[in-house]
């Protein structure tokens, strides 16, 4: 089974710049597409980031293009959102998760993922 620990997360300066990471447990890990959600108390957690098994494709929220990039690196089952020209409405808990699925693709909804990290605060001040 996949556990997903979050990290990197903090508090930052409007236009400033955080890496999260969100490493697993699992060799798994490598095979699975991973997603970055996020959610702040006054939203329902929303989709950020996208990424599939291999890190070929990826899929970005219209709110973060241009600022965020998803990534990963297999050989130390870690998936990462490098999140720059951070605005106070980036702010919110950010949760990484797995795709059991699998496949080729990415996928953008959250009851595609079936395993969760515990989530990292990013808090974005102005």
């Known amino acids: 089974q996949v556990h997903l620990v979050e990290s990197g997360g903090g508090l930052v300066q409007a236009g400033g710049s955080l890496r999260l990471s969100c490493a697993a447990s699992e060799r798994a890990f490598s095979s699975l597409p991973m997603g970055w959600f996020r959610q702040n108390p006054a939203k329902e957690r929303e989709f950020v980031a996208a990424?599939?098994?291999?890190?070929?494709?990826?899929y970005l929220a219209d709110s973060v293009k241009g600022r965020f990039t998803i990534s990963r690196d297999n050989a130390q089952n870690t998936v990462y959102l490098q999140m720059n020209s951070l605005k106070p409405e980036d702010t919110a808990v950010y949760y990484c998760a797995a795709s059991l699925v699998g496949g080729g693709g990415y996928y953008t909804q959250r009851d595609e993922y079936d395993r969760w990290g515990q989530g990292t605060q990013v808090t974005v001040s102005s």
């Open positions: 990424i599939s098994w291999n890190g070929g494709i990826t």
